[in-house]
């Protein structure tokens, strides 16, 4: 079957690197993305890997090696903004995507 | 762990015609229920929030009308694309959401809808 996963709730401090991991097992590979999304709001787009390496983009980072079938997200200079849940998501070979369950960020000052 | 889906995963469709998009949970009883659309590397945006048994409550810019949903049961709501047009074509995809304490929202794995 497909699966996603990643942590389901991490601490972090404000100011600080915090990395959440994303792996998964899906039948076909067309990109990961990965979404912010704060409570009771639609999810905000991060970023999208195809290609293994990193992609960077301000404070924010992603990861992708294929051949583990890993990804992670790299978030730095931690602000309490920041506090929100973090969703992985792969698209398949059939362009569906499946979804993790979300990792909720808790930012502390 | 929870699963939503949508059924179809995807259609073409003729400029004129309605489309409707299922979408399901499948273990889990859902209070409400979201429609997004979202399109290429794009957030996804909020289209419609949908209770059961009640009207769904649309965001500012979505067409009504246009975009008919229905909450059925707690395990299932639609949506349908009337009269599609071409610029209706996009990613739809529907979330659903438990209830009690711990409230948890799943998304579906989206309907991809071309209208030619």
């Known amino acids: 079957g497909q699966n996603i996963d990643q942590p389901t709730e991490m601490t972090a401090t404000e100011g600080a690197i915090v990395q959440i991991n994303c792996t998964y097992q899906?039948?076909?590979?067309?990109?990961l993305f990965w979404y912010q999304q704060h409570a009771g709001e639609a999810p905000t787009f991060l970023s999208y890997n195809v290609l293994d390496g990193l992609e960077e983009k301000g404070r924010f980072s992603s990861f992708l090696s294929r051949s583990k079938g890993y990804s992670y997200l790299l978030l730095k200079e931690l602000q309490m903004k920041d506090s929100a849940s973090y969703l992985c998501a792969v698209m398949d070979s059939n362009y569906q995507l499946i979804w993790g369950a979300g990792t909720k960020l808790i930012i502390k000052p | 762990g929870a699963v939503v889906s949508q059924h179809p995963s995807r259609v073409i469709c003729k400029s004129g015609t309605s489309v409707k998009i299922e979408c399901r949970s499948l273990d889990f009883q859902a209070t409400t229920m979201f429609w997004y659309r979202q399109f290429p590397k794009q957030s996804l945006m909020l289209m419609a929030t949908s209770n059961e048994g009640s009207k769904a409550t649309y965001e500012q810019g979505v067409e009504k009308d246009k975009f008919l949903i229905n909450h059925a049961s707690l395990t299932l709501s639609t949506l349908t694309v009337t009269s599609a047009h071409p610029e209706d074509s996009s990613f739809y995809i529907c979330?659903?959401?438990?209830?009690?304490?711990?409230?948890?929202?799943?998304f579906g794995p989206g309907t991809r809808l071309l209208v030619l």
């Open positions: 979330s659903a959401r438990t209830g009690g304490v711990q409230e948890t929202q799943y």
């Open positions: 899906t039948s076909g590979f067309n990109g």
